[in-house]
């Protein structure tokens, strides 16, 4: 096991690069604070990816600096890259090759000798489920089978850092809990994991703090519950019985709760964000006192509510509000 580090597994301040006329990214300050999942969200083109390979000595970086364990990742690569792993976006294992063939020719690429080589591959194919499958070749591994293997492939020697890039990228839910579970287990035994996703439920179930870029730089950082609370107290769900009354009821919610109210595609369903009180509850007070004020007003015009919700944004909310305020232009300023 990885003892545990108090220093952060990585810092950077003012990363840039830049390829032609785009900054894919463009003043990074970042601080990953060691022992924990750490997710990096952002739309495609955000500087996610570009940021990962600068971190891991794949990219030099055109200015600012990055730190991993405080090991300079231009100055000092070779340290880093003895304290890092990285799996990418894509399975990077041979698919002609078996499953145990994989592990072994990359153990011993890292210096194991023979006989650990093979004890360390069959370690990591039974504690990833794949012992079944370790004499199959690649290539007929299903996409959830691949990334395990993969990831395997990442810890045979147990990094102090391990990048995941969108590692359940096309996988189906039972494949992304079995990848999920895995990261887990890596940080139990004392890897920092650095994670970058497209899917905002992974991030959530994940990490203990999130950074989202946008136009390459960072414009919001927290933990799940922080980033959440950032755009509102609460967000109310209604479903009403006649969708006839969906312009009355939006008008009430409007009036009550002085906030805009988006009329979903479902004919019957409206969404608001509440502001609340400010204070730091999962819910609080304030946000409540709105909701049950609104469901009062509603029924006192008529107005027929089948289904009600009142609970915390998700964090799909957050990502939406937060990039759709990040345009080029508040970029530039």
């Given amino acids: ?44 083109g955000a500087g996610k990816t570009t940021a990962v390979r600068m971190l891991a000595t794949l990219l030099r970086p055109d200015a600012g600096e990055a730190r991993v364990f405080g090991l300079d990742v231009v100055r000092q690569a070779d340290a880093v890259r003895g304290l890092v792993s990285l799996t990418g976006q894509y399975a990077s294992v041979d698919e002609d090759m078996t499953g145990t063939e994989n592990l072994i020719l990359l153990a011993r690429l890292l210096g194991y000798r023979k006989p650990p080589a093979r004890a360390r591959a069959a370690q990591l194919l039974d504690a990833f489920g794949l012992t079944d499958a370790a004499d199959r070749q690649v290539k007929n591994y299903s996409g959830g089978m691949r990334r395990r293997l993969d990831i395997a492939a990442s810890i045979l020697n147990t990094p102090r850092l ?17 990848v999920w579970d895995i990261i887990r287990a890596v940080v139990v035994q004392g890897t920092t994991v650095l994670l970058t996703t497209q899917y905002l439920d992974e991030a959530d179930h994940l990490a203990a703090r999130i950074a989202v870029i946008d136009h390459g730089h ?3 950082e927290g933990t799940p519950g922080e980033l959440k609370s950032s755009i509102g107290a609460g967000t109310v769900h209604l479903r009403l019985r006649d969708p006839g009354q969906r312009q009355d009821a ?3 919610l409007a009036r009550v709760l002085n906030v805009p109210v988006q009329l979903d595609a479902d004919p019957v369903a409206l969404t608001a964000r509440v502001i609340g009180d400010g204070t730091d509850r999962e819910l609080d007070m304030g946000a409540a006192e709105q909701a049950s004020r ?40």
Avoid: C, H
């Fill in 250 to 252: 939006e008008r009430v």
């Fill in 162 to 178: 391990l990048f995941l890039d969108e590692p359940t990228t096309g996988l189906d839910p039972r494949s992304r809990n079995q």
């Fill in 218 to 220: 960072v414009i919001a």
């Fill in 294 to 333: 609104a469901l009062s007003e509603l029924a006192a015009a008529g107005i027929v509510v089948d289904d009600f919700s009142l609970g915390q944004p998700s964090l799909d909310e957050v990502f939406l509000a937060l990039t759709d305020r990040s345009t080029p232009a508040d970029a530039a300023a």
């Fill in 1 to 44: 096991m990885i003892q545990r580090e108090t220093a952060p597994a990585i810092e950077t301040s003012g990363l840039v690069k830049v390829f032609g006329t785009t900054r894919a990214v463009d003043g990074l300050d970042l601080t990953v604070p060691a022992g924990s999942v750490y997710g990096v969200l952002g739309p495609n």
